[in-house]
Nanobody, 126 residues
């Protein structure tokens, strides 16, 4: 079983930045691809970014392109999501999850993922 623990959320002003972390079980990043999702109240869970376990391919939702960056530190078994130019519409609970299949056409679908973290809250407000 893979354990995922998100951290780094908090309150930030519009235009500000946050870096979210997703700490994984040892060696999980060698086996699984990882995605970041977010879910705002009353909305469906939305795929934000995805990284192949080889760290050679990344994908971003249109809402994240140019502002968010996914990266990994395999030595620390951690995946990051750097978020810049945050907007109140980015406010949500952010989750990381593992994707065992790497069928990239469906990376935004939550059903593809098998293990999830507990989420970290991001609030964007003046």
């Amino acid at each position: 079983q893979v354990q995922l623990v998100e951290s780094g959320g908090g309150l930030v002003q519009p235009g500000g930045s946050l870096r979210l972390s997703c700490a994984t079980s040892v060696s999980a990043l060698r086996v699984y691809n990882v995605g970041w999702f977010r879910q705002a109240p009353g909305k469906e869970r939305e795929g934000i970014s995805w990284m192949h376990r080889s760290d050679t391919t990344n994908y971003y939702a249109d809402s994240a392109k140019g502002r968010f960056t996914i990266s990994t530190d395999t030595a620390r078994n951690t995946v990051y999501l750097q978020m810049n130019s945050l907007d109140p519409e980015d406010a949500a609970v952010y989750y990381c999850a593992t994707d065992p299949c790497a069928v990239t056409e469906v990376w935004t679908r939550p059903a593809v993922y098998d293990y999830w973290g507990q989420g970290t809250q991001v609030t964007v407000s003046p």
